[in-house]
């Protein structure tokens, strides 16, 4: 298997601008979860997905972050607006199972300008 | 709600020298715990898990991990390091019942290993 797949690798936009990233899991995998990572806080858990339906979006750090699961193989992240305290490296990872650990995709170094 | 704390954002140490990286977790219930090391531009790769059985925990690179459940931890050890060894190293919990699967990560180890 390819492991988890993200895309775009690098991204950069300017303020205000809608920005989609978007995640391709391991094929049987029935969890998902987004992250996003700063130098400030960490690995920070945004939204998991089980079976395509979000089971916790409390991470989710406000209205202009929206997350999508319409299938088995495929999720998006989006920030519409974008702002600049939104540039950070987002994770996408998946896991077969509980007792599993996760397995991540490389990243998405998404810069706000 | 579960939390994990890495007491050290730094440990420098030279080539061949043991090194220790500490972590320690708060939850209300039983948990399964994982240690991931990430080097730079990349994602987030398991070294080791603990789920159950031993408390000891044998990884990949020659580290190691001990779960001791009286004082929340489970630090990382290696005897000998290399240069390669240069990564951050992220420690996590998940809760082992039925609750969420979410897994919760600390803030990360950078260990740099010098020659």
């Known amino acids: 298997d390819a492991g988890v797949i993200q895309s775009p690798r690098h991204e950069v936009t300017e303020m205000g601008q809608e920005v989609t990233l978007r995640c391709k899991p391991i094929?049987?995998?029935?969890?998902l979860f987004w992250y996003r990572q700063t130098m400030m806080r960490g690995l920070e858990l945004l939204i998991y997905f089980n079976n395509n339906v979000p089971i916790d979006d409390s991470g989710m750090p406000e209205d202009r972050f929206s997350a999508k699961m319409p299938n088995a193989s495929f999720s998006t992240l989006k920030i519409q607006p974008s702002e600049p305290r939104d540039s950070a490296v987002y994770f996408c990872a998946s896991t077969p199972g509980r007792r599993t650990e996760a397995f991540f995709g490389q990243g998405t170094r998404l810069t706000v300008v | 709600a579960q939390s994990v704390t890495q007491l050290d954002s730094q440990v420098p140490v030279f080539e061949e020298a043991p090194v220790e990286l500490r972590c320690n977790y708060s939850?209300?219930?039983?948990?399964?715990l994982f240690w991931y090391v990430q080097y730079p531009n990349q994602g987030l790769q398991l070294l080791l898990k603990?789920?159950?059985?031993?408390?000891l925990v044998k990884g990949i690179n020659g580290f190691e991990a001990e779960f001791n459940k009286s004082q929340t931890s489970f630090h990382l050890r290696k005897p000998s390091v290399h240069i390669s060894d240069t990564a951050e190293y992220f420690c996590a919990v998940s809760d082992r019942g039925g609750g969420s699967e979410k897994l919760v990560f600390g803030k990360g180890t950078k260990l740099t290993v010098n020659p």
């Open positions: 603990y789920l159950s059985g031993s408390t």
């Open positions: 094929s049987g995998h029935n969890s």
């Open positions: 939850s209300s219930v039983s948990v399964y």
